[in-house]
């Protein structure tokens, strides 16, 4: 039976992120190149998108290409940039059938014409879809949005539009790419790597970790209800005592 049936509905996180991790791995254990682990990682978060659709979660990020992943040999970034294209107009319908709006976080600009172009005709035509915000993190990481947090801060602040005593978190917040989505109630990373990478530093000071050894491309629905559930017998204590939360 499936693990869907032991989740409580009542407590399912409005917002899960990812750090898909293992495809390379995953495509060298069995004696192919990485891209092979690349496009089977796209099977992993169909599943992804389709659990957090039927359990109901809200917002679903997805860390796709970090900053420090142009750091890779050409052939693989080229890959995965047309894989990226490829994937977003073959599931644009499947967004769109599930109720799925997509948005971005990074530094789009920098991605290559083809897929911006991508994006922006995905967002435009699932912007009225209001089942889940599916979120991809693109050429992002947390110091590229922090750094540009602050320097727009400054500005402000140099332009006389904002006082430094008007400076507390709901402020940084709303400078950060994540303004308009709450924080992470469950992170989630696969492949047995237990770090950040340079994932939503700000909006993680509260997550839950869930670290498991699966790699991406074996990442199905059943993975991600067992982390539904392990996050669900979590007690979140925000600073406080367990009899405080009673
Ligand atoms: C995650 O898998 C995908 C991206 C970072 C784009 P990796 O490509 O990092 O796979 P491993 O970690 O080398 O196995
Ligand atoms: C993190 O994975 C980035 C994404 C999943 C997109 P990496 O595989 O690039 O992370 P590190 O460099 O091993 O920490
Ligand atoms: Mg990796």
């Not at 796209?42 to 900053?67: D, K, M, N, P, Q």
């Not at 992170?187 to 498991?212: C, D, H, K, P, V």
Request: glycine share 4%.
């Amino acid at each position: 039976m499936s693990l869907k049936t032991q989740i409580i509905p009542n407590k399912v996180p409005q917002h899960v992120a990812i750090i898909m991790d293992g495809n390379g791995r995953w495509a060298q254990q069995q004696g192919e190149l990485r891209i092979f682990g690349h496009t089977n990682g796209v099977e992993s978060v169909r599943s992804a998108i389709t659990a957090s659709v039927e359990i109901g979660v809200e917002f679903l990020t997805l860390y796709a290409f970090s900053t420090e992943n142009w750091n890779r040999p050409k052939e693989e970034i080229d890959a995965l940039m047309n894989l990226l294209v490829q994937s977003i107009t073959q599931e644009l319908d499947s967004m769109n059938e599930q109720g799925v709006k997509l948005e971005t976080i990074g530094d789009i600009d920098n991605l290559p014409k083809s897929c911006q172009l991508a994006l922006k005709d995905a967002i435009d035509k699932t912007k009225k879809n209001d089942k889940l915000t599916l979120i991809l993190a693109l050429s992002y990481s947390s110091r590229w949005e922090i750094t540009n947090a602050i320097t727009k801060i400054a500005l402000q602040i140099e332009e006389n539009k904002l006082s430094s005593n008007e400076i507390n978190e709901d402020l940084i917040s709303s400078y950060l790419s994540t303004s308009s989505f709450p924080d992470p109630e469950l992170l989630i990373r696969t492949s047995g790597e237990n770090r950040i990478s340079n994932f939503l530093m700000w909006q993680l000071a509260y997550t839950e970790l869930f670290f498991t050894d699966i790699l991406w491309p074996d990442f199905d629905k059943e993975c991600f209800y067992k982390a539904i559930i392990d996050f669900q017998k979590r007690e979140r204590r925000f600073g406080k005592t367990t009899e405080q939360l009673k």
